[in-house]
């Protein structure tokens, strides 16, 4: 997937601060997904939702494990 911002607001703030903006796919126009998810007509392939799930979980925990000792 090519690069790409998700606005020029959060380009700045990942001038001044470590982070990530990426996008998780609701399904492809070859798969019959024909509308962008901020369209009233959107239908989503929920399996990606796991993908992103388990994908926040893993940042959350990592985050944790390197910011707290026990």
């Known amino acids: 997937f090519p690069s790409a911002m998700g606005s020029e607001d959060f380009s700045e703030i ?3 601060v470590p ?3 990426l996008w998780i ?3 492809s126009v070859s798969q ?3 509308f962008g998810m901020h369209n009233p007509k959107a239908i989503f392939n ?3 939702l796991v993908y992103g799930s ?3 979980a893993h940042c959350a925990v990592k985050w944790l ?3 707290f000792s026990r």
């Open 14 to 16: 990942l001038l001044r």
């Open 19 to 21: 982070g990530v903006f």
């Open 25 to 27: 796919g609701m399904g």
């Open 32 to 34: 019959g997904y024909n």
């Open 46 to 48: 929920e399996e990606g």
């Open 54 to 56: 388990a994908l926040f």
């Open 65 to 67: 494990e390197n910011n």
